[in-house]
Nanobody
């Protein structure tokens, strides 16, 4: 059974930083591309970033240059470093296997507010 547990969210002021983590189990983590997606209040699911098993990364234009995705295959953990946070980044953040967004974790809330 695929299990994904996100952590690291919180309340931060505009311009601040957070580091999100996602602990994965139930599948061979190193074999899969992984992604972060987010959902703001009243909006649909938005793709944020992907990292392939090769380490290749891609980002949504809205976060490019501010967010960094990474993975530690030895720890079965996915990360998302969020820098220069903006109010528009406020959302529930989820990790998921690439293209398997329905099987995402429970999420971690990021709130950017002054």
């Amino acid at each position: 059974e695929v299990q994904l547990v996100e952590s690291g969210g919180g309340l931060v002021q505009p311009g601040g930083s957070l580091r999100l983590s996602c602990a994965a189990s139930g599948f061979i983590f190193s074999n899969y591309g992984m992604a972060w997606v987010r959902q703001a209040p009243g909006k649909g699911l938005e793709w944020v970033s992907t990292i392939l098993s090769s380490g290749t990364t891609t980002y949504a234009n809205s976060v490019k240059g501010r967010f960094t995705i990474s993975r530690d295959n030895a720890k079965n953990t996915l990360y998302l470093q969020l820098n220069s946070l903006q109010i528009e980044d406020t959302a529930m953040y989820y990790c998921a296997r690439r293209f398997d967004y329905d099987n995402r974790g429970q999420g971690t809330q990021v709130t950017v507010s002054s």
